[in-house]
């Protein structure tokens, strides 16, 4: 078997019990030998700011740059925020995006899958996924066309440990991985 795809993933809420963050742990709990995920650390990220990025980058962003560069794709996983996505995903892709900042544009080629949990009953974040996939076409990622993973319920969807236990969402987070290794495949040079 070859080397599995190497896949880096973050959620964007800093928030301690984030849903979105468990869904993260789950999806790298179940996922096929084909990929390897792994989690960014965003907790340090400061909000953008081109002085900052003129003078001295934090170490904390030139990391989350070069381990995106380095992966053979990208998971994003957000919470929707009036019917948008948060200024704490949007601000992780605005530093990624920046060709000042070293190692550059990390999103250029880049495949990327895209997911969601709501907490309440009726929305699947897709508001917050189609701005999501609108902003990162400009610094050319690429996201898989279909497939993205939209889940309401919040807590109800996983066990008191949280592992993510709804049936229909684990199927779901299945199917995206299988398919997103194949768009990484797809997209291989
Ligand atoms: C400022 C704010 C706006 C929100 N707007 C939406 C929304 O438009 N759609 C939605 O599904 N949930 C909305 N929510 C609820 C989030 O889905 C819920 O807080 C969720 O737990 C956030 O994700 P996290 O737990 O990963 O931080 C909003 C929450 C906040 C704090």
């Known amino acids: 078997m070859a080397n599995p795809l190497k896949v880096v993933a973050f959620a964007g809420s800093l928030r301690k019990e984030?849903?979105?963050?468990?869904?993260?742990?789950?999806?790298?709990?179940?996922?096929?030998?084909?990929?390897?995920?792994?989690?960014?650390d965003i907790q340090d990220i400061p909000l953008f700011n081109q002085d900052v990025e003129d003078e001295d980058?934090?170490?904390?962003?030139?990391?989350?740059?070069?381990?995106?560069?380095?992966?053979?794709?990208?998971?994003?996983i957000t919470?929707?925020?009036?019917?948008?996505?948060?200024?704490?995903?949007?601000?992780?892709?605005?530093?990624a995006s920046r060709r000042n900042?070293?190692?550059?544009?990390?999103?250029?080629?880049?495949?990327?899958?895209?997911?969601?949990?709501?907490?309440g009953v009726t929305s699947v974040?897709?508001?917050?996924?189609?701005?999501?996939?609108?902003?990162?076409?400009?610094?050319r990622a690429i996201p898989m066309p279909s497939g993205d993973v939209g889940l309401s319920g919040g807590l109800s969807n996983f066990d008191g440990n949280g592992n993510l236990v709804n049936e229909a969402a684990r199927e779901a987070v299945a199917q995206n991985l299988n398919a997103f290794a194949g768009w990484i495949n797809r997209l291989a040079p």
């Open 18 to 40: 984030s849903i979105n963050r468990l869904l993260l742990r789950s999806v790298i709990s179940m996922v096929p030998e084909d990929l390897a995920i792994s989690e960014l």
């Open 57 to 76: 980058p934090p170490r904390s962003v030139v990391t989350f740059k070069e381990s995106i560069q380095s992966a053979d794709g990208l998971l994003i």
């Open 79 to 95: 919470p929707e925020y009036n019917w948008g996505m948060p200024a704490v995903t949007k601000n992780l892709i605005d530093w």
């Open 101 to 119: 900042t070293a190692p550059g544009n990390v999103l250029l080629n880049k495949p990327v899958s895209i997911m969601s949990i709501a907490g």
């Open 125 to 139: 974040g897709a508001l917050a996924r189609r701005q999501l996939r609108d902003v990162i076409v400009y610094p």
